[in-house]
């Protein structure tokens, strides 16, 4: 026994604060510092947002197992965050470049030329 066997608390980041469970949103000091982190942008679109306008995206999908952390998180914009429901930020960045995944083929829609034959202006 000596005058060392003391131990120091071990000092968590980011784990204060109410935690409880499996939280969606981040805490106000946690968003203050990602809005930080991404200097102010989106970091999707890159597009500068003020910090009112930031919401918290997840990296990881939340869907996925990805947790609510400041890691976890990203700066987006609300179109971008709109965008990412519930994908995750990778996703939605390959979304957004237009290289996401093959182009679901669309059954060409003729364009049907009216039938009609009716024309006003030969009525003019
Ligand atoms: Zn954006």
């Known amino acids: 026994m000596g005058i060392f066997d003391f131990k120091l608390p071990k000092f968590k980041p980011y784990s204060f604060g109410s935690r409880k469970g499996s939280k969606r949103t981040l805490g106000k ?4 510092i990602l809005y930080l982190r991404a200097k102010c942008r989106c970091e999707s679109c890159n597009k500068r947002i003020s910090q009112p306008e930031m919401e918290v995206g997840h990296r990881k999908a939340y869907s996925k197992g990805g947790a609510t952390t400041l890691a976890n998180s990203a700066c987006l914009c609300h179109t971008c965050n709109k965008l990412q429901g519930t994908e995750s930020l990778e996703t939605l960045k390959k979304k957004l470049s237009g290289r996401y995944g093959k182009r679901p083929k669309s059954p060409r829609q003729r364009k049907k030329k009216s039938s ?3 024309n006003i202006r030969d009525f003019i």
């Not at 000091?29 to 203050?32: A, S």
Request: hydrophobic letters at 15%; aromatic letters at 14%; proline letters at 0%.
């Open 116 to 118: 009609s034959s009716f």
């Open 29 to 32: 000091r946690d968003r203050d």
